[in-house]
């Protein structure tokens, strides 16, 4: 069995040795016409059996062909590994390159095709020397690879740069897990700075292997070449172009998704209301008339995204564009992004104004006066009514003046005790939208604090009020007990005046000291309710006060005892000072009115008018010494009438002297003017307006001589003009001037 089975083996391995042999080395197969090694597998197999019959069979006769075949049994090992590797090689050309870089390529394949076709026509395993032939095929194949797959790992470093700005948003959320987990808007410029330098660097990176990939392919050998280099460098460029658009629309997704409102998300940005009197504002500003508002920040985020695109230079240079930025702007999905979070943005916004505005019902606790406020309650007690304060701004007089009760001050310190107990209780922060929030807290500190002050401006009158009151009186009784005790004997006036001067001022002050403790112990009682602290001096001085004000008015009993007898002798000496100053006042009054400044024609009236002023004043001196003591001895004095009316005089002549200078300073300087360039029409409104000062002066004027000389100069200057005018006439001639000399009799030439 064994021989039967042998003998079969070498008839077949004769036959299939021969068959194999005779094969091309390579063949073609499939669309894509890949290579194959066509060594045959029955010859394959036979060399191995050769192999194991020399091994475990020594004895047996191997066939000749059989025998011949396997001495090169290493030649067709080397072969066929040879062919192997170019094959695999080849074949990845064909399979593993894209469109653009196979053209590259292409000129390439075609001369290794033609170089290939001997192994798949004219040559076959039993062809004599053909090592060199496949080890040459092999090399060339080889080192077209290695170019191809150079250039694609350089296309992977391009992607594996581009992949990393896909993964990381631009901006992001503060990392720091102490700190609330805002955008970092503190670090926006370094982490802008950050990206741009490694944009930068990936885009110089780019370029480079571009130059690297331009050398591999040897894209700059022959026009067909370069129109295949474009056409690979516009491959390239949507890559790139696609990774830019990934990176600003990673960035952007990720703000559209913090500012969902729909999401479960922590506030993203935040806003600060604080009061800017007189506005309530918000930092960063939330209106959008304010430079650098709150919506201007975010268009700069959106910008700072979109200029990723500007710092990658274009691959494609033949777009004309140098960077992706007009790509980013154009593509559809980035701007509804863009406008998604805009309109995230202003929702937050409109709803935070919205907030903002509530808080309006407060803003006469910063908008209205204190002062003025302040002044009103003390004078009216009272909030005036519109008309009221109209006629307030004619004449204060008609509108009538009450002072507040102390009940009225409470209600006034309540009444903001309330609003505080109110704004006690506003929220300090709001957020919109889970992802906007805004901080009222310095806001409601600043209203708080208003509030406070209303309500302080009230107390702090009332404790000044009993401050200044006790210590007023204080000083006066100290004062007034000193003047009380003052020795005063016969012949001393000045010590009789200072008495006679302290028991009117004790008579002046007692109705209102006599009843002002209660009221300010009911004052202090109030103060100490709203906590308010009283100074210890204000409360030993209430509490010893009325005994020392009882004190001085007994001082002043004893005072009045002492100073009788003198007071009845210097009473009529008083009343016979009164008489003579009455005789020097009649007399002043004759004389003034007779003096120069009444006249026109005088020529020093001011003058005259200053020393008229002193004398006046001299007597309303004695007039005002005289009614001093007057009511201090209880004695009646003359109103005076002739020196008010003197002083009225004085006055009205200094303004009317001043109006005639003015008339005669005008007049004088026309009638320096040539006669060609006199304007009568101007001249005349100015005399017109003299004339009508004039009439609109005090009626006392119009008897003084001074007044109707200068009515009079007006008139008549009026009418000189009216003559020139006339004389001004194109048709006047040569004889109407004659004629003119000869009626006036005065000579002159035109």
């Given at each position: 069995?064994?021989e039967?089975?042998?003998?079969?083996?070498?008839?077949?391995?004769?036959?299939?040795?021969?068959?194999?042999?005779?094969?091309?080395?390579?063949?073609?197969?499939?669309?894509?016409?890949?290579?194959?090694?066509?060594?045959?597998?029955?010859?394959?197999?036979?060399?191995?059996?050769?192999?194991?019959?020399?091994?475990?069979?020594?004895?047996?006769?191997?066939?000749?062909?059989?025998?011949?075949?396997f001495?090169?049994?290493?030649?067709?090992?080397?072969?066929?590994?040879?062919?192997?590797?170019?094959?695999?090689?080849?074949?990845?050309?064909k399979?593993?390159?894209?469109?653009?870089?196979?053209?590259?390529?292409?000129?390439?394949?075609?001369?290794?095709d033609e170089?290939?076709?001997?192994?798949?026509?004219?040559?076959?395993?039993?062809?004599?020397?053909?090592?060199n032939?496949?080890?040459?095929?092999?090399?060339?194949?080889?080192?077209?690879?290695?170019?191809?797959?150079?250039?694609?790992?350089?296309?992977?470093l391009?992607?594996?740069?581009?992949?990393?700005?896909?993964?990381?948003?631009l901006?992001?959320?503060?990392?720091?897990?102490?700190?609330?987990?805002?955008?970092?808007?503190?670090?926006?410029?370094?982490?802008?700075?950050?990206?741009?330098?490694?944009?930068?660097?990936?885009?110089?990176?780019?370029?480079?292997?571009?130059?690297?990939?331009?050398?591999?392919?040897?894209?700059?050998?022959?026009?067909?070449s370069?129109?295949?280099?474009?056409?690979?460098?516009?491959?390239l460029?949507?890559?790139?172009?696609?990774?830019?658009?990934?990176?600003?629309?990673?960035?952007l997704?990720?703000?559209?998704d913090?500012?969902?409102?729909?999401k479960?998300?922590?506030?993203?940005?935040?806003a600060?209301?604080e009061?800017?009197?007189?506005?309530?504002?918000?930092?960063?500003?939330l209106?959008?008339d304010?430079?650098?508002?709150?919506?201007?920040?975010?268009?700069?985020?959106?910008?700072?995204?979109?200029?990723?695109?500007?710092?990658?230079?274009?691959?494609?240079?033949?777009?004309?564009?140098?960077?992706?930025?007009?790509?980013?702007?154009?593509?559809?999905?980035?701007?509804?992004?863009?406008?998604?979070?805009?309109?995230?943005?202003?929702?937050?916004?409109?709803?935070?104004?919205?907030?903002?505005?509530?808080?309006?019902?407060?803003?006469?606790?910063?908008?209205?006066?204190?002062?003025?406020?302040?002044?009103?309650?003390?004078n009216?007690?009272?909030?005036?009514?519109?008309?009221?304060?109209?006629?307030?701004?004619?004449?204060?007089?008609?509108?009538?003046?009450?002072?507040?009760?102390?009940?009225?001050?409470?209600?006034?310190?309540?009444?903001?005790?309330?609003?505080?107990?109110?704004?006690?209780?506003?929220?300090?922060?709001?957020?919109?939208?889970?992802?906007?929030?805004?901080d009222?807290?310095?806001?409601?500190?600043?209203?708080?604090?208003?509030?406070?002050?209303w309500?302080?401006?009230?107390?702090?009158?009332?404790?000044?009020?009993?401050?200044?009151?006790?210590?007023?009186?204080?000083?006066f009784?100290?004062?007034?007990?000193?003047?009380?005790?003052?020795?005063?004997?016969?012949?001393?006036?000045?010590?009789?005046?200072?008495?006679?001067?302290?028991?009117?001022?004790?008579?002046?002050?007692?109705?209102?000291?006599?009843?002002?403790?209660?009221?300010?112990?009911?004052?202090m009682?109030?103060?100490?309710?709203?906590?308010?602290?009283?100074?210890?001096?204000?409360?030993?001085?209430?509490?010893?006060l009325?005994?020392?004000?009882?004190?001085?008015?007994?001082?002043?009993?004893?005072?009045?005892?002492?100073?009788?007898?003198?007071?009845?002798?210097?009473?009529?000496?008083?009343?016979?000072?009164?008489?003579?100053?009455?005789?020097?006042?009649?007399?002043?009054?004759?004389?003034?009115?007779t003096?120069?400044?009444?006249?026109?024609?005088?020529?020093?009236?001011?003058?005259?008018?200053?020393?008229?002023?002193?004398?006046?004043?001299?007597?309303?001196?004695?007039?005002?010494?005289?009614?001093?003591?007057?009511?201090l001895?209880?004695?009646?004095?003359?109103?005076?009438?002739?020196i008010?009316?003197?002083?009225?005089?004085?006055?009205?002549?200094?303004?009317?002297?001043?109006?005639?200078?003015?008339?005669?300073?005008?007049?004088?300087?026309?009638?320096?003017?040539?006669?060609c360039?006199?304007?009568?029409?101007?001249?005349?409104?100015?005399?017109?307006?003299?004339?009508?000062?004039l009439?609109?002066?005090?009626?006392?004027?119009?008897?003084?001589?001074?007044?109707?000389?200068?009515?009079?100069?007006?008139?008549?200057?009026?009418?000189?003009?009216?003559?020139?005018?006339?004389?001004?006439?194109?048709?006047?001639?040569?004889?109407?001037?004659?004629?003119?000399v000869?009626?006036?009799?005065?000579q002159?030439?035109?």
């Amino acid at each position: 069995y064994d021989e039967d089975v042998f003998r079969r083996w070498a008839q077949s391995a004769d036959k299939k040795t021969g068959e194999s042999l005779n094969r091309p080395l390579l063949v073609r197969e499939g669309r894509q016409a890949t290579l194959k090694v066509n060594f045959g597998k029955d010859l394959l197999s036979i060399l191995h059996e050769v192999k194991c019959l020399k091994k475990d069979f020594p004895q047996r006769e191997i066939p000749e062909e059989a025998k011949d075949i396997f001495k090169s049994f290493n030649d067709f090992r080397n072969y066929n590994n040879s062919l192997d590797q170019t094959v695999s090689l080849y074949n990845y050309l064909k399979l593993n390159t894209t469109k653009q870089e196979y053209d590259l390529i292409k000129e390439e394949l075609f001369e290794l095709d033609e170089k290939l076709h001997h192994a798949e026509e004219t040559l076959n395993w039993n062809s004599p020397n053909i090592w060199n032939y496949i080890e040459g095929i092999r090399r060339t194949v080889d080192h077209l690879v290695k170019r191809v797959r150079a250039a694609q790992e350089n296309i992977s470093l391009i992607q594996k740069e581009i992949s990393v700005w896909e993964s990381q948003p631009l901006f992001q959320r503060i990392s720091d897990p102490k700190q609330e987990p805002f955008l970092d808007m503190k670090n926006l410029e370094e982490a802008k700075k950050k990206r741009t330098e490694e944009l930068k660097l990936a885009s110089f990176r780019i370029q480079v292997i571009l130059e690297e990939n331009c050398k591999l392919f040897k894209a700059n050998v022959g026009e067909a070449s370069k129109l295949y280099w474009e056409n690979y460098l516009n491959n390239l460029d949507e890559i790139v172009a696609n990774g830019v658009l990934k990176a600003v629309a990673v960035s952007l997704g990720y703000l559209v998704d913090e500012s969902d409102k729909k999401k479960d998300v922590k506030p993203l940005l935040q806003a600060t209301m604080e009061l800017c009197e007189p506005n309530i504002i918000f930092k960063p500003s939330l209106d959008l008339d304010i430079h650098n508002n709150f919506y201007d920040i975010c268009l700069g985020i959106i910008d700072d995204i979109f200029n990723m695109g500007s710092l990658v230079k274009r691959v494609a240079q033949a777009s004309g564009d140098a960077n992706y930025l007009k790509i980013c702007h154009a593509h559809p999905e980035l701007n509804s992004l863009k406008d998604q979070f805009i309109n995230n943005v202003k929702q937050v916004m409109d709803m935070a104004n919205t907030k903002k505005d509530t808080f309006l019902e407060y803003s006469y606790l910063w908008k209205e006066s204190r002062h003025d406020t302040m002044y009103f309650f003390l004078n009216f007690a009272r909030e005036l009514t519109q008309e009221e304060l109209k006629l307030l701004d004619e004449d204060e007089s008609l509108v009538k003046k009450q002072d507040p009760t102390l009940s009225q001050f409470k209600k006034q310190i309540d009444k903001y005790e309330g609003v505080y107990d109110i704004v006690k209780e506003i929220e300090t922060t709001k957020i919109f939208n889970n992802w906007f929030k805004t901080d009222i807290e310095p806001f409601k500190i600043s209203l708080m604090n208003n509030v406070k002050k209303w309500s302080y401006l009230f107390k702090r009158h009332l404790m000044d009020y009993v401050k200044d009151s006790l210590d007023d009186l204080n000083n006066f009784i100290e004062e007034a007990d000193e003047g009380l005790m003052t020795q005063v004997h016969e012949g001393d006036y000045k010590s009789l005046i200072k008495v006679m001067k302290y028991l009117q001022l004790v008579k002046e002050k007692q109705s209102n000291a006599d009843s002002m403790f209660d009221p300010l112990k009911d004052i202090m009682d109030l103060l100490r309710n709203y906590g308010m602290e009283i100074p210890q001096e204000s409360i030993v001085l209430l509490k010893e006060l009325p005994e020392k004000w009882a004190n001085t008015k007994r001082l002043t009993v004893s005072a009045k005892q002492q100073v009788a007898p003198l007071q009845g002798m210097e009473i009529g000496k008083l009343k016979n000072r009164i008489e003579e100053y009455s005789k020097e006042e009649k007399k002043f009054r004759e004389e003034f009115k007779t003096e120069r400044y009444y006249n026109f024609d005088c020529k020093s009236p001011y003058e005259y008018l200053a020393k008229a002023n002193s004398e006046i004043k001299v007597l309303e001196e004695q007039v005002d010494d005289l009614q001093t003591q007057a009511v201090l001895f209880e004695v009646e004095v003359p109103d005076y009438p002739m020196i008010k009316q003197c002083r009225k005089e004085n006055k009205l002549l200094k303004q009317l002297w001043d109006y005639v200078f003015l008339v005669r300073t005008s007049i004088d300087e026309w009638k320096t003017t040539p006669w060609c360039d006199i304007d009568v029409e101007n001249m005349d409104m100015e005399c017109k307006k003299f004339s009508k000062d004039l009439r609109g002066m005090d009626k006392d004027m119009r008897n003084w001589n001074v007044y109707t000389g200068l009515e009079s100069t007006v008139r008549n200057m009026i009418t000189s003009l009216r003559a020139c005018g006339e004389l001004q006439n194109p048709s006047i001639r040569e004889r109407h001037w004659f004629q003119l000399v000869q009626a006036t009799k005065v000579q002159f030439i035109m």
